[in-house]
């Protein structure tokens, strides 16, 4: 049983920054893995960035350099540092979460899923 709530979108102007959390209950300490997606209306849902329970991480080429996760195990957090924020940036994003270690950044992989927090950045 694990929950997973977002929080920290908004909006912001092109340049501007944003950070994501996403708090984690239930049975945090199994989830190997946990990273975050994003989907805007008309297209699929991609990965944007994904960490491991040791700190390894994945990260979408289009966020390289710009994105940072990161997550506190001992709080159950995890977290989205957006930078240098563009407006194909705006979507839904979505916290994920899986017992899985070293999954690919696809969202087939990840079982447990919250509701999403809007990020929008205007030009």
């Known amino acids: 049983q694990v929950q997973l709530v977002e929080s920290g979108g908004g909006s912001v102007q092109s340049g501007g920054s944003l950070r994501l959390s996403c708090v984690a209950s239930g049975d945090t300490a199994s989830l190997a893995s946990m990273g975050w997606f994003r989907q805007a209306p008309g297209k699929e849902r991609e990965g944007v960035a994904l960490?491991?329970?040791?700190?390894?991480?994945k990260y979408a080429d289009s966020v390289m350099g710009r994105f940072s996760i990161s997550r506190d195990n001992d709080k159950g957090t995890l977290y989205l540092q957006m930078n240098s924020l563009k407006p194909e940036d705006t979507a839904m994003y979505y916290c994920?979460?899986?017992?899985?270690?070293?999954?690919?950044?696809?969202?087939?992989?990840?079982?447990?899923w919250g509701t999403g927090t809007q990020v929008t950045v205007s030009p």
């Open positions: 960490i491991s329970r040791d700190g390894r991480t």
């Open positions: 994920a979460a899986d017992r899985a270690l070293l999954l690919p950044l696809k969202d087939g992989f990840f079982a447990y």
